[in-house]
Every structure is written in C-alpha cells, then in structure tokens.
C-alpha cells in the first residue's frame, strides 16, 4: 500500500492576544502530530471541540502553513501544486456553496481554474461526477439554495472529487446532517473511496460514525494525540483513560455493548495556558503527582500508540 | 434558455422595477434627443414673458406649458435638456465611487493588517468632514466646474462603498465555499471578482441606486453655491437652487426641477431593487 500523504510531527500555533499591556500568548493548536495515510484507507481523528481537529484539517490541506514539522504528499514535501491533490469536504453544506453558482457551475470551476480541459470536457465531466454522487442530470443548472443538507453534501462531495485529489479531508461532514442522511452520505463516501481509491483523513467527534468508516483512529487531546492506532484495537480495548471516557459516552442501542458509565468531570484546559504534565491530569481518575507534572509521550502497545504513563495498569 | 432571456424574465416578475426602467429609458430617450424633443434652447431668454405661469394656471398659456422662471427661460426645455447632465453626473459620481469602493474595499478585506487599517482610516477621514464641507474644500483645490464637482461628490461618497464592500467581503470570505475555492487552486483577483464579490452584490446595488439621487442633489447644492455646474448650464439642481427665492410667487419654478428629481430618483430606486432582486438566485422559483 503507497503512502500517499504523511505528516512528521506537525504543529500549528497561533499568537493571539498581546494587548497594551497583556503580554501575547500562543495557542498550540496542534502540538507534534504525525500520521500516514495509504492509499484507499480512512484515517479518523476524533476529539472534543478545541482539541485541535479542524486545525489539523487546515494544515493537511494546505491551507495553513504548519508551524513546524512537515508534511509530504506522495513522498515529497507539499506545495500549492501539490495541494490540489489534497481536497475538502466541509461540515456546514450550506455554508460551503457559493450561493450565487449552479451546480455545474460549482462543479466546473476546479477544472476551470485549473485550466483543464475545454468547455464541453468540462461539462461531461461534471455531469459524470453528478451521476457518481446519486444527482440528477436535470439538476445541474440549479443553486444550491433549491437542495436539501444531504444534497447540498453530495454536491461539495463531488465538488472535492473534480479535481481527482488523491487525499479527501472531510471535516465533519455528516455531523450537520440528520441522522437518517448520514448513513447515505457515508455510504456513499466509502463507495467513492473504493472506486477511486482514496485516502481519508475523516474528521469527526461521532465515535459511532469513526466505527462505521475508519481504519485507523487518532484521538487527539488539546493539540495532541493521546491514542492512535487500528479501530478494532483502539475501540475493543481502549488503553488511554480519555478513550475510555470517549467510548463510554457514546449512546448504544444493544445494552449488552454498554460499558460502565464513566463520568467526565471538569473542563478542557486552556490551551493558552496548557498543564506541565499531561494535559488530560485534571479530568483522570488515574492521575497522580507523576502526570501533573511529566508529559507522557506514546509509547507502542502492539501497534497503537498511547501517550499515558498507566497504560499498561489501566488497560 | 438564453441567459439575457432568464434574467428578463425574473426582473419582469417586479411591476416597480419595470416602470422604473420604463420611465429611466423614457429620461435617457428625451436626453438623448433632448434638441429635437425641447421647444427652445435651455438659455433662450424670453424678456417679455418672465415668470409665466405653467399652462393650466391663469395667465398661463401653450408656448411656455410648464411655465417661465425669472429671466423667462422656458422651464420645460431646460428639464429636457437638464435631464442630460442630471443623469450624467449621478451614473458619473456613482461610477467613479463604486469602482473606487469596491476595489479599495476589496483590497483593505483580502489583504488585511496594515493595508486594511492604512485604507480604512484614510476612509474615516473623509468619513469625518461634513459631505458637502468636503466637496467644497476639494471643488476648492481642483478648481470649480462641473466634472470638478463630480469628482468631488464622488470622493464624498467613496466611504460608504469602501466600507460596505469590506465588511460584506469579510464576512463571505470566512464562509467554506470561499475556502473550497481556495483549495481548489483559485488566485486572488479570481477569488475577489469571482467568487466574492457577486454574493456582496444586494446592499451595493441598493446603495448605489440611493446614491444616484444623493449625487444629484449634492452636486446641485455645489452648484448652488457657485462650485458645480455654472450658469445658465440648465442642471436640476442648479435650477432648483437658482429659483428658491421664487418659492411664495412663483411655486412652478420651484416645483419642476424638483419633480424631475424625485421621479428620476424614484425610478433609479424601483430599477435598483428589481435588479437586485433579479440578480440574487435565492429568490427565483
């Protein structure tokens, strides 16, 4: 399986702040990640709100430039040339339109910048695409106001593919539909990943979605991951606290797959203001004075990676 | 279904809009033929017959319909042919000030950081005089006349476009599609003209359209003063102005011009709603 993108601790922070008499502050909004997509496979990133999820999204699409760190696309390092192999599929459909556009118009666009191919190559391959993603034909001169969320994500879906990127980054882009549609779109995305042989870099904070789609799982923790490894391993037997927190919180129909309830207390620390040890102490029941005061880095347990210093006792 | 056709049919659907084209292309017709159309010249004056009442009116009579004003000038030529500089200077002013806005507003959005604050704040400075005390200090500099003066309302007026273009422009550019443009590999000037600036469209177009009439009326307060079109150059607002003192004995002096005004003012307004009303696809079936 060939890499087709791969980030070597990657890290993005932010000055913010620095009034006339506040001294600035930075917020590491990702703080050494690293990861390998392969081609045809899902990677998930899930996380509470902050943690750094859709920062990493930002980056891993070139829209930000990482602080430090570097990221390769298909061994190389990545340039703007380059970053049209890397395209993205929003949470928000109704926001990520160009309400003014129709469909074929927002369709031919990537290729029309792109400067690929003439009018009516243009549009074949725009209608092929709506055809791939379950539109009609007769929908192609119509605006996005005139389609529903799950429609509205289909289109932006196949609006991603235009440019045949080899990498999809989807920020949470089926949290803003309802749950029936849901399953549609993500059937529909594996589908596409099957025939085109795409590597996802899938973004979600719905553990029950990251089951259905992913391969491999990152949890991340305020900029950090803290637990990443294959699904079946990271889901049947989570060794990081804040996995396990996670996994207990997620509703489940089956009472026999409900695990013991675990509480989760407290708040997310500032990321202005980060703890010295590890960032999740102040809401562990296993912490003590070793993780408020060293930062565990991960370590391997059979091929997934967790940054606690208790892995081992408490999985 | 040609896209002139579509658009027609959508702008069509307004009654208002309609009208006010109708009565716009009626203005520009007697403009344009305004010496064929007019009975005399705007500056013949008529000695024996000053300030003759409109038709319908005792003492009025058929050679003057609308009246004369005090030196005997027929009232009703000189709209006809006023109508040529009054609707000049309005496309003129609000021209010049939304291409001047839109591209500083886009640039101070896009570029953000220093720019942005160089070029706001100039704007705010502008921002900060009175209109018409601005106009006259830069009718002033340039020299009175009446391209002078348009230049000068249109500087009045750039503000408000700068600032109506930057904030509708920052407030699209945060949203996903502008971002998915981005990603797809799109330059900046494509990103301002293409992606951008048609969704900031609606509050320009009404905009410009209310400033259409502004322009008319501020640069006939310039002329009023002396600063803008000058005598016997027949200008709305110069008449308007010209004929205050008449205004308990003479009421069609008065009147006229500034019907004139109100009824192109009305009608830019009507077209200027249907056409942003056309332009937005959000509102066609």
């Given at each position: 399986m060939t890499v087709v993108m791969e980030a070597r601790d990657i890290r993005r922070h932010y000055a913010v702040g620095g009034g006339l008499f506040r001294p600035k502050g930075v917020v590491k909004s990702v703080d050494g990640v690293s990861f390998t997509l392969r081609v045809g496979q899902t990677l998930a990133v899930v996380g509470e709100s902050g943690c750094g999820k859709s920062t990493l999204a930002r980056v891993a699409t070139m829209l930000e430039p990482p602080t430090s760190g570097a990221l390769l696309i298909e061994g190389a390092p990545a340039t703007p040339a380059a970053g049209r192999q890397v395209q993205m599929v929003f949470q928000n459909p109704y926001g990520s339109l160009?309400?003014?556009?129709?469909v074929g118009s927002i369709l031919m666009e990537p290729l029309a910048i792109n400067r690929r191919g003439d009018g009516p190559a243009r549009e074949a391959a725009a209608r092929a695409m709506m055809a791939k993603v379950g539109?009609?034909?007769?929908?192609?001169?119509?605006?996005?106001?005139?389609?529903s969320g799950g429609q509205r994500q289909r289109i932006a879906i196949a609006r991603a593919l235009m440019l045949g990127p080899k990498v999809v980054v989807a920020?949470?882009?089926?949290?803003?539909?309802d749950v029936s549609i849901q399953a549609q779109v993500l059937n529909l995305l594996m589908d596409l990943q099957d025939e085109f042989q795409l590597a996802y870099l899938f973004i979600s904070h719905d553990l029950g979605v990251v089951r259905h789609i992913a391969r491999d799982v990152m949890v991340m923790y305020l900029g950090r991951p803290v637990e990443f490894g294959p699904k079946e391993q990271v889901f049947a037997w989570p060794r990081h606290p804040y996995t396990r927190m996670l996994l207990a919180a997620t509703p489940s129909v089956d009472p026999r797959h409900r695990k013991q309830s675990i509480t989760v207390r407290g708040e997310l620390p500032s990321p202005l203001n980060p703890p010295?040890?590890?960032?999740?102490a102040s809401r562990?029941?296993?912490?003590d004075n070793r993780c408020r005061n060293e930062r565990p880095e991960p370590r391997d347990f059979g091929g997934v990676k967790v940054a606690c210093h208790y892995a081992e006792t408490i999985g | 279904m040609s896209a002139a056709l579509t658009f027609w049919r959508s702008f069509a659907v307004n009654r208002g809009a309609v009208l006010g084209l109708a009565v716009m292309l009626g203005l520009v017709v007697l403009a344009v033929l305004a010496d064929i159309a007019a009975?005399?010249?705007?500056?013949?004056?008529?000695r024996d017959s000053l300030l003759t009442p409109p038709?319908?009116?005792?003492?009025?009579?058929w050679h003057y319909p609308l009246g004369t004003d005090d030196v005997g000038r027929d009232i009703l030529s000189r709209l006809i042919f006023g109508a040529r500089l009054s609707l000049m200077i309005g496309l003129t002013v609000v021209t010049l000030a939304l291409c001047l806005g839109t591209a500083l507003g886009l640039t101070a959005a896009f570029a953000g950081g220093i720019v942005d604050v160089v070029i706001m704040r100039t704007m705010d400075v502008v921002l900060v005089f009175p209109s018409l005390l601005l106009a006259i200090v830069v009718v002033a500099i340039l020299g009175p006349g009446l391209f002078n003066a348009m230049m000068a309302v249109a500087i009045v007026f750039l503000p408000g476009y700068t600032r109506l273009v930057r904030a509708s422009a920052l407030s699209e550019l945060a949203r996903d599609y502008v971002t998915a443009t981005r990603s797809a590999g799109a330059g900046t000037l494509r990103l301002m003209f293409n992606t951008v600036l048609p969704n900031c469209a609606a509050p320009l177009i009404v905009q410009a359209s209310l400033g259409f009439s502004g322009a008319i009326l501020d640069a006939a307060a310039l002329g009023f003063l002396g600063?803008?079109?000058?005598?016997?150059?027949?200008?709305w607002g110069t008449m308007l102005a010209g004929a205050l003192q008449y205004?308990?004995?003479?009421w069609w002096v008065l009147t006229f011009p500034g019907l004139a005004i109100l009824i192109t003012v009305l009608a830019f307004n009507l077209l200027g709603d249907g056409l942003r009303d056309a332009l937005d696809p959000k509102l066609k079936r």
């Open positions: 160009n309400p003014r556009k129709t539109l009609r034909p007769e929908q192609f001169a119509r605006y996005p106001h005139m389609f920020d949470e882009p089926v949290s803003a539909l010295a040890g590890c960032a999740f562990c029941p296993h912490a | 009975p005399y010249s705007p500056i013949e004056q008529f038709v319908w009116q005792e003492g009025g009579t600063l803008g079109a000058q005598p016997p150059t027949p200008e205004y308990q004995r003479a």
